[in-house]
């Protein structure tokens, strides 16, 4: 077998038992859901499960895990003379709007998962070690755009913050608008570009505070 067919063959592997503890917790409940049962209805064995992912959770998300390296994929492609805010912003339009690879949200019951991770909090610390892992990748790509250091210079990190903070507002806001059809919320994509426009208003609306408490 050649690397890129092992390769394949490795991701169609983790997708399935991804796949399988998705579908398993919002079934079963997540404290129900064992990582034995998952192993078993994606046909692999515990072994194999456990040289993919940590535990359960970690699997469940591991989709949002792709989706961040997408995201950090694309920022590393953007134009060198673009802003780092608008560098980030249109990585992850271009994200949202790559229908040959679609992002996790349009899979099968992510919004209920999404709704889910405010819930569990074994799901919410997975879920936030995978926000930091790839906000931290984002930082340093940042900073390498910038020709900077992201321990002395604040901007990477504060555009990064800002920015993915934007984007998990938005994915928050979206999986709690399936239970209101006219909150405005089904669109992502357009629920994500209005609330980088309120970023910006907000930010524009600014001014620097010189001034001491008294």
Known sequence: MNDDRRQ?????TRNSMAAAAVDLILERGLAATTVEAIAERADVTRRTFSRHFAGK???ALDFVRGDGDRINALLRERPPVEPPLMAYRRAVRAWLADEDN?????RPRMRALLALVDREPALFAAYERIRVDAQ???IRILAE???TDDVRDVRPAVVVDAAAGVLTAALRIWARGAADPDS???DLAAL????YDALIS???SAVPDNTAEE
């Open 102 to 106: 679609p992002a996790w949200h349009l």
């Open 192 to 195: 994500v570009e209005r609330a």
């Open 202 to 204: 907000e930010a524009a």
């Open 184 to 186: 405005g919320a089904a």
């Open 57 to 59: 959770e970690d699997a």
């Open 8 to 12: 394949r063959k490795a991701r169609q």
């Open 136 to 138: 931290e990748d984002s």
């Open 145 to 147: 755009r910038l020709g």
